[in-house]
């Protein structure tokens, strides 16, 4: 009765378990990082792991992590659990203990998963597994994810390869690292220059070129950056050069370079998966040693022209001479009056007066160092009330060995006098007749304004070359009051109206198509108390070269013609300005067919319609070109056929699909067949004998299957007997007596053919046909060319005359027979003929017996 219960309630828990199934979608969900995850032998690895979905969220959820390796992908091995410490296999065991792999917590509900240093042997399907504590199963608890362990190939190392360098402070430094890596995965690198001071642990980041190339200075080398000081430039391939145009005392440290190797996760997350530093080299700084001398010092001051008119260009220089002007430091102001303009300080430093920082924010005031001695100022558009006497100071400073400055005594130029009058309005406008730009490339235009004296405002227009209309169709606009107006048709485009300069108006307009071709028309208008007083206009002609005429595409390869299990190379070169393209490989099998293998997206992402495992890529730039290599690995019939790689630039928020390459026919052959056969060229036998015709393999492939078929030939009659294919399936002919034929195959391999109770009729020639099957790369069997081997069957009756099977012996046998039987013949003549010679001496005895005794008498005989 216990058992028909206990019976009962283990069905009614299925049956509700089963309705719980059908009846709703999963609860509960486990999810793991996607892969496959591609990582460093001795980085380390972290995965993910969360669940969701059970009746308490808040209650900590136990994990546990297995691996399946490559070797023995059904055999899981526990690796570590958060609830249970002597979960993983002994294997793990040791480097769970000593913290080498944990498994931590992030929230009640996730995991992450670390190994500190991956080994090659780390490679697998990781398991995770939400254990399930509830009293239902409803979900999905256990998940996988790929981890590709693959070897590091980052290096990276610098030059000049001496470690300690001695520089004067103001020297030119240039430093250059090489760095490259040859993953077969797509990579990208970056680069980071770094400078270890000696009161300081942590190195700091000079400049950087990220993964996208773009450059960043690190913190407080930003001024230098943006004054050109400092460049960071990728030479070639894999050299990336810094350039220091004047070194500091503060530069004085260990300087080295960092390259990081990042991959993009199946996520679309970058992942740095390898860094290496190269070797540190000591720069030492030595400070310049400057004695004061203000006797020698000399200022002049000069302008270009002195008489000017609103709107129009001041320009003063100013000339500082003295004794060993080449080490000397300075600062040099220029002033108008007393109220300073700007101010260039002993380093190069460029600030400017409060009363003229606003000018200076408008593009109107610039000032700079030009040379040894030589400063220059600009102030444009000048006002009638910038006239008046301005002169040109300067200050020896001298540099102490803590790199402080100490400044000496002023020494001011003769004063300069300048006059600026107001004038009628001259506007003129003038801007570039022809301008050519690429397809998807940004347009720059530019137009230069003079004569100018009140406000003034833009209108940029546009008008096809193809049309016999003078209607110019208006693009963008900048007001006096400095709003901007753009045309219906560019208002999602990327455009920009600028005024860098007081006298300089510019338009920007990004991924220009070449239907913008055409005429590009610049008016400019002055305005006086909100009404337009004078309009000047300008055109210029621009054409935009389409990128089909800029990108060449070619798809080459250095061997198109391989054997079954051989690898191919194919080379896509793509020739052009440097664009975000996107490439495809397409495979046509035949007339009809055109499948694409993979793309590779212009940001690196990766979509396969083809079997990635059977593919491998790579790209390489190579001066104006990059080259993206398909590697087939192991090719098959299968990857026969005519190859091409397609091009595709994003503009326009849509792929504009470029001419493709050629094609490259690809042919994939059968290897040499190497199948001996041996077999004995004839057989005699006796009928209702049972005969066995052996065909044995002397030489052929490894790991080979086989074919095989054996045909009677008889006159011009074949019969075929048997058969069994690469399966040893066996197959008899349709006339053939089961009973009678059969087929055997043993170690050899050879294969024999038994003819029961043997007959007349089974004389003929045997042909054993052999057919040697091989195993491509995808595991598809193929067959290479027959190859065939014959016996003759002789058979005959007990007594018939001799076979032609064991003739000779026969013969001698025959002959030898013959001369016993001769021999015995005479010896029967000889002994008859001695017979005969004694019968007629016996009848000479009687004829004289009869002389002597008459008939019927009797001689007496004596005893």
């Given at each position: 009765m216990k058992c028909s219960l206990r019976s009962f309630w283990r069905v009614y828990l299925l049956c509700c378990l089963g309705l719980l199934w059908y009846c709703g979608e999963a609860r509960v969900l486990t999810e793991i990082q996607a892969g496959p995850l591609y990582r460093v032998v001795g980085s380390p690895l972290f995965i993910s792991c969360n669940v969701s979905g059970f009746t308490n969220n808040n209650t900590e959820k136990n994990f546990q992590f297995r691996i399946s390796k490559p070797e023995k992908p059904s055999f899981e091995i526990n690796i570590i659990s958060t609830d249970d410490p002597n979960f993983g296999y002994a294997i793990y065991q040791d480097r769970v203990r000593s913290n080498e792999i944990t498994l931590k917590r992030v929230s009640p509900n996730s995991v992450i998963f670390k190994i500190i240093s991956l080994q090659k042997n780390d490679e697998g399907d990781y398991d995770c597994t939400a254990v399930n504590e509830e009293s239902t199963y409803d979900g999905t608890y256990s998940v996988k994810t790929t981890v590709k362990v693959i070897d590091n190939s980052l290096s990276v190392s610098s030059q000049p390869h001496s470690t300690s360098l001695s520089y004067n402070e103001g020297d030119a430094l240039s430093l250059t690292c090489q760095a490259s890596s040859n993953t077969v995965q797509h990579t990208h690198l970056s680069l980071t220059w770094y400078l270890r001071k000696a009161d300081e642990d942590d190195a700091q980041p000079i400049i950087s070129l990220d993964r996208d190339f773009t450059l960043s200075p690190g913190r407080g080398f930003e001024g230098r950056y943006q004054a050109g000081l400092i460049m960071l430039d990728k030479v070639g391939e894999?050299?990336?050069?810094?350039?220091?145009?004047?070194?500091?005392?503060?530069?004085?440290?260990?300087?080295?370079?960092?390259?990081?190797?990042?991959?993009?996760?199946?996520?679309?997350?970058?992942?740095?998966?390898?860094?290496?530093?190269?070797?540190?080299?000591?720069?030492?700084?030595?400070?310049?040693?400057?004695?004061?001398?203000?006797?020698?010092?000399?200022?002049?001051?000069?302008?270009?022209?002195?008489?000017?008119?609103?709107?129009?260009?001041?320009?003063?220089s100013c000339h500082v001479d003295t004794q060993n002007l080449e080490e000397r430091f300075f600062s040099v102001a220029w002033l108008w009056g007393s109220v300073e303009l700007a101010r260039i300080g002993p380093t190069g430093v460029l600030s400017f007066g409060s009363e003229y920082s606003s000018r200076e924010k408008d593009g109107e005031l610039r000032a700079a160092r030009i040379g040894n001695g030589d400063y220059s100022l600009i102030l444009q558009p000048v006002r009638t009330k910038d006239q008046g006497e301005y002169i040109c100071r300067a200050w020896p400073q001298e540099r102490g060995q803590d790199g402080a400055f100490k400044q000496g005594a002023a020494q001011d130029s003769s004063s300069q006098l300048v006059s600026?009058?107001?004038?009628?309005?001259?506007?003129?406008?003038?801007?570039?007749?022809?301008?050519?730009?690429?397809?998807?490339?940004?347009?720059?235009?530019?137009?230069?304004?003079?004569?100018?004296?009140?406000?003034?405002?833009?209108?940029?227009?546009?008008?096809?070359?193809?049309?016999?209309?003078?209607?110019?169709?208006?693009?963008?606009?900048?007001?006096?009051?400095?709003?901007?107006?753009?045309?219906?048709?560019?208002?999602?485009?990327?455009?920009?109206?600028?005024?860098?300069?007081?006298?300089?108006?510019?338009?920007?307009?990004?991924?220009?198509?070449?239907?913008?071709?055409?005429?590009?028309?610049?008016?400019?208008?002055?305005?006086?108390?909100?009404?337009?007083?004078?309009?000047?206009?300008?055109?210029?002609?621009?054409?935009?070269?389409?990128?089909?005429?800029?990108?060449?595409?070619?798809?080459?390869?250095?061997?198109?013609m391989v054997t079954v299990g051989e690898n191919v190379e194919l080379m896509c070169r793509v020739k052009g300005p440097r664009l975000q393209i996107t490439l495809t490989w397409s495979l046509q099998r035949d007339a009809s067919t055109l499948d694409n293998i993979l793309t590779l997206h212009y940001n690196g992402a990766i979509s396969w319609s083809g079997d990635q495992h059977r593919y491998q890529l790579k790209v390489k730039n190579e001066g104006d070109a990059v080259t993206h290599y398909l590697l087939i690995n192991g090719a098959s019939h299968r990857e026969a056929g005519k190859y091409q790689c397609g091009v595709s630039v994003f503009m326009?928020?849509?792929?504009?699909?470029?001419?493709?390459?050629?094609?490259?026919?690809?042919?994939?052959?059968?290897?040499?067949?190497?199948?001996?056969?041996?077999?004995?060229?004839?057989l005699t036998r006796n009928i209702n004998t049972d005969i066995e015709i052996k065909c044995s393999i002397t030489l052929a492939h490894t790991s080979s299957r086989y074919a095989v078929t054996w045909v009677l030939q008889q006159k011009a009659k074949n019969t075929s007997l048997v058969s069994s294919d690469r399966d040893s399936l066996v197959t008899f002919g349709p006339q053939v007596d089961r009973q009678r034929i059969s087929m055997w195959r043993t170690e050899g391999p050879s294969f024999e053919l038994?003819?029961?109770?043997?007959?007349?009729?089974?004389?003929?020639?045997?042909?054993?046909?052999?057919?040697?099957?091989?195993?491509?790369?995808?595991?598809?069997?193929?067959?290479?060319?027959?190859?065939?081997?014959?016996?003759?069957?002789?058979?005959?009756?007990?007594?018939?005359?001799?076979s032609d099977t064991g003739c000779k012996s026969d013969i001698w046998m025959g002959a030898f027979i013959g001369v016993i039987i001769f021999s015995l013949f005479i010896i029967l003549l000889l002994v008859l003929k001695k017979y005969c010679d004694k019968g007629s001496e016996k009848k000479s005895g009687q004829s004289l017996w009869a002389e002597q005794y008459p008939l019927n008498t009797k001689p007496v005989v004596e005893t």
């Open positions: 894999a050299t990336y050069r810094l350039k220091m145009t004047q070194v500091e005392l503060s530069d004085e440290g260990k300087i080295y370079c960092r390259a990081d190797e990042w991959i993009q996760d199946p996520d679309r997350s970058w992942y740095s998966i390898t860094q290496k530093d190269a070797e540190e080299t000591t720069l030492h700084v030595k400070a310049k040693e400057v004695v004061l001398d203000t006797a020698s010092l000399v200022v002049r001051i000069s302008a270009q022209q002195t008489t000017l008119q609103e709107g129009q260009e001041l320009s003063l600026i009058s107001t004038t009628e309005s001259g506007l003129s406008v003038e801007m570039q007749s022809t301008v050519t730009v690429n397809e998807g490339d940004r347009l720059n235009l530019t137009c230069k304004v003079q004569g100018v004296k009140d406000q003034l405002s833009i209108n940029w227009q546009h008008k096809l070359t193809s049309t016999s209309t003078t209607t110019f169709a208006d693009i963008i606009g900048l007001s006096q009051e400095g709003v901007i107006i753009s045309a219906e048709k560019f208002v999602n485009r990327k455009i920009k109206a600028m005024r860098p300069a007081t006298d300089t108006f510019t338009l920007e307009l990004d991924e220009v198509t070449v239907t913008e071709s055409g005429v590009y028309q610049c008016t400019v208008s002055e305005w006086k108390a909100n009404s337009k007083t004078k309009s000047q206009s300008k055109t210029a002609t621009v054409t935009v070269a389409p990128t089909e005429s800029l990108v060449r595409v070619n798809l080459i390869s250095r061997k198109n326009e928020n849509a792929y504009k699909k470029l001419p493709p390459s050629n094609q490259l026919a690809v042919m994939v052959q059968n290897p040499v067949s190497r199948l001996v056969l041996t077999s004995t060229p004839l038994t003819i029961r109770q043997a007959r007349i009729s089974d004389n003929g020639s045997y042909v054993c046909e052999v057919v040697e099957w091989l195993q491509d790369p995808r595991g598809e069997w193929y067959n290479l060319p027959p190859v065939s081997k014959s016996t003759e069957l002789a058979l005959i009756e007990p007594g018939d005359a001799l």
